[in-house]
């Protein structure tokens, strides 16, 4: 089992910046990749950034340049999301998301992001 706990969502102007972590506990050990997802009303759930346990990353194409992901120097298994120059159409619930190396993954409870133009 693990657990993923969120914070930092808000409300924010348009072309703002904001960060969100994660807090992984449990059985962080078994965690291959951790990823920021969300979810915009009437809209399917999406991927916003992915980070593997090398180090490698990928972005949805709506926020590369804007999204960074990252993990703590000194605990792999905390999880940020730095956002700048944010839009309208960023405006969701941020969940964050990790999966196991057998394939199972965890979801925290999501922390809303709203973006007033």
């Known amino acids: 089992q693990v657990q993923l706990v969120e914070s930092g969502g808000g409300l924010v102007q348009s072309g703002g910046s904001l960060r969100l972590s994660c807090v992984a506990s449990?059985?962080?050990?078994?965690?291959?990749?951790m990823a920021w997802y969300r979810q915009a009303p009437g809209k399917q759930r999406e991927l916003v950034a992915r980070i593997l346990s090398g180090g490698s990353t990928n972005y949805a194409d709506s926020v590369k340049e804007r999204f960074t992901i990252s993990r703590d120097s000194t605990n792999k298994y905390t999880l940020y999301l730095q956002m700048n120059s944010l839009k309208a159409e960023d405006t969701a619930v941020y969940y964050c998301n990790a999966g196991l190396h057998q394939g199972t993954e965890y979801w925290g409870k999501g922390t809303p992001i709203t973006v007033s133009s």
């Open positions: 449990g059985s962080i050990f078994s965690i291959y990749s």
